[in-house]
């Protein structure tokens, strides 16, 4: 039942939608002052399952009930949004805030549940994976997530590992291009590889892209251009917090060179770990990424905590904080990475 605590955030944008002016920001406020000044007084709960406890949690249906309702949560607050905001019948500051509400939710549900029923082995979860990337404009997410970023975690060759050093702004703006370029590169060669030509519709990443536009006009044509615009600063805003994530997550952490061909073995060493408990609940589990990245189709209520995990001094909501202001994120953490990696 603790991860009904995941509907905290969707709550917050009703509010966020029924208000008008400086309210309309709640859920903002409640993500990044709340949370992790709740996380604060809780700490953290390095708990895992027992045995008993993991195989009811492999057979309770609960914990998909949980997970697919949020899509229909997403969507719903999504169509609701573009009503409200496809006028202007409010000021620029409730628009602003509503829009804001919704790009939390393109972060928080579209792209996080996609991230974890995207590892999900049944057609079914995976196309309700890209479902939800849709409404974020993330569609190659998919591709590049699963076939590239797991495999070179740690290394030069992953645009998603953050460098030792390196900025969040930079980070963004070289994980957005790489991320996308690496997804491109993925079905490049999968397709040479069959002998197949690259230039065809029959290619994954023309498909996303066109369902991408298609998903674009529809919105355009039904609610007009004011809608499709602030959609657009949400979807955005919805990429910018997945990849302050990815940031948060694999800062500084990378894996030796064991020849010239091979890197070492994904390790829990390789990604940041965080037990504060708000995180955890409301973010279903990513931050117990370690063991996520040594298991990655295990299902968010079985991820355990490791001893030998990278663990960050902070949850996740206040090290995305931490992580705005570059000279305060290298003073925390270049000297943990330095110690984790050595």
């Not at 949020?70 to 999504?78: D, E, S, Y």
């Not at 590992?161 to 702004?169: D, K």
Request: aromatic share 14%.
């Amino acid at each position: 039942m603790k991860y009904f605590l995941s509907y905290l955030i969707p709550a917050t944008v009703v509010v966020s939608f029924l208000s008008n002016e400086w309210l309309t920001f709640l859920p903002l406020v409640v993500s990044f002052g709340v949370l992790p000044l709740v996380e604060f007084l809780l700490g953290k709960d390095n708990t895992n399952l027992n045995e008993e406890e993991v195989v009811q949690a492999q057979k309770s249906v609960l914990y998909d009930v949980i997970i697919y309702s949020t899509v229909f949560i997403h969507f719903g607050l999504l169509i609701w949004f573009l009503f409200i905001v496809k006028n202007n019948e409010v000021s620029a500051l409730t628009l602003t805030g509503r829009t804001v509400a919704m790009g939390l939710m393109c972060g928080v549900y579209g792209i996080n549940v996609a991230h974890e029923l995207g590892h999900r082995v049944s057609k079914s979860g995976q196309f309700v994976s890209k479902c939800l990337l849709t409404s974020s404009l993330y569609l190659h997410f998919f591709i590049e997530h699963n076939r590239g970023h797991h495999r070179n975690v740690g290394t030069p060759e992953d645009a998603a590992t953050a460098r030792y050093g390196e900025s969040l702004y930079f980070f963004w703006l070289r994980t957005i291009y790489g991320s996308w370029r690496s997804a491109w590169r993925i079905v490049e060669k999968e397709r040479s590889r069959k002998k197949l030509k690259v230039w065809s519709l029959q290619n994954e990443m023309f498909q996303y892209q066109l369902v991408q536009i298609a998903f674009l006009l529809v919105i355009f044509l039904v609610f007009g251009l004011q809608a499709m615009i602030l959609f657009l600063g949400a979807a955005v805003l919805g990429i910018l917090l997945l990849e302050t994530v990815n940031y948060v997550e694999h800062y500084g952490l990378i894996r030796k060179k064991v020849n010239e061909f091979r890197y070492e073995d994904v390790t829990p060493v390789h990604s940041w770990n965080s037990d504060y408990i708000m995180g955890r609940l409301v973010l279903f589990e990513l931050t117990r990424h370690s063991d996520h990245h040594t298991t990655p189709n295990k299902h968010y209520q079985l991820l355990d905590t490791t001893k030998d995990a990278s663990d960050l001094p902070a949850g996740y909501p206040a090290m995305m904080l931490l992580a705005t202001v570059p000279p305060l994120w290298f003073r925390v953490m270049n000297k943990l990475a330095r110690k984790a990696t050595a």
